[in-house]
């Protein structure tokens, strides 16, 4: 546990495959701890954070509200099992909510991970029985769309939709602390993972953009991402993210002048380095988010030649 900010405590859970660490925020306020985010569901982040909580704040009855970012197990994992210990209400994005909803079922967790825990070496069988560890689910969350303020006990909590990792993601704005909570949608070293399942009509990486364009007008005194340190420059950071997708577009751009080329031909030579189960399926669904991007921007077209064939790309005329 270390302190992060003015009244913010920041534990950090381990999670046994790809980041291998995911932090839990704690605030502080008069009537209890607003907890953001709940780690991932192995026994092993369970004791952690189980002894951590007890010794700083005095255990799971002492939190007042838990607020999810997202939907992803490393974020949303233990909340279940807080619930249980703190009778709190759990707050999730309506978006986020069914799919959080299917990943308590089990066959769920283990399809959404199988790539991942490929490339860490787990087996189907070892994935299934990191998820029977904890698998408490959360019941009758708090429904929101994002626009919310929750006040509580001193603090003034805005909650911000910020789509593009996933279609229901939050921030969360600490009003009097300027500190913007934002869980995998802005992070310091690493380019969060922009995928292609979002709801009919709405594009994820258009949405990311506008997500990242909405913080940087924002402009919190700094950011504490659920992975790797604070940013403290926030609005160069989501400049800098920005900027490294407007160069993948043109890298995908270049890719099909040529010839056009399906979304896992261009997947494998935009993202060459890339290895690997987890690796290679992000590269996929990245390279499809933008794909569909340019379609809709209208530098590209979608060329279907036979039903059974995988759509190829190739540039507007
Ligand atoms: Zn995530």
Redesign the pocket.
């Known amino acids: 546990m270390k302190i992060a900010d003015d009244g913010v405590l920041q534990f950090t859970v381990p999670m046994p495959f790809a980041l291998r660490e995911v932090h839990v925020y704690a605030l502080e306020t008069s009537t209890g701890w607003v907890l953001i985010d709940s780690g991932f569901p192995s026994e092993a982040a369970r004791a952690q954070l189980s002894a951590e909580l007890q010794q700083a704040i005095g255990g799971l009855s002492r939190i007042a509200l838990i607020i999810l970012t ?1 939907f ?1 197990p ?2 949303s994992g233990l909340a279940g099992w807080m619930q249980q210990g703190s009778g709190c209400p759990v707050v999730i994005h309506e978006a986020d909510w069914p799919l959080l909803q299917r990943m308590n079922t089990l066959d769920m967790a283990g399809e959404f991970f199988r790539p991942i825990a490929k490339g860490a070496g787990l087996s189907s069988g070892d994935l299934r029985e990191l998820f029977q560890e904890v698998n408490v689910p959360v019941t009758s969350p708090t429904i929101v769309v994002g626009g919310e303020t929750f006040s509580i006990g001193g603090r003034d909590l805005d909650l911000v939709w910020t789509p593009g ?2 279609e229901g993601h939050l921030c969360v704005f600490d009003r009097r602390t300027g500190v913007l909570f934002t869980g ?1 949608h802005l992070l310091a070293r690493i380019t969060p993972h922009v995928g292609r399942v979002h709801a009919a009509g709405r594009n994820p990486l258009h949405d990311f953009e506008n997500s990242l364009a909405l913080v940087e007008r924002m402009a919190p005194r700094r950011a504490l991402p659920a992975h790797e340190g604070p940013v403290e420059d926030v609005g160069a950071r989501c400049r800098e993210i920005a900027a490294h997708h407007q160069s993948r577009r043109q890298q995908i751009l270049a890719e099909v002048r040529a010839q056009p080329k399906t979304a896992p031909q261009i997947a494998k030579d935009v993202f060459h380095g890339r290895k690997g189960g987890m690796h290679q399926m992000l590269a996929l669904s990245e390279t499809e988010a933008h794909l569909e991007a340019l379609v809709d921007e209208g530098l590209l077209v979608r060329v279907q030649d036979d039903e059974a064939a995988e759509p190829s790309y190739e540039l507007q005329a």
Do not use: E
């Open positions: 997202h992803h490393d974020h990792h996933t995998d």
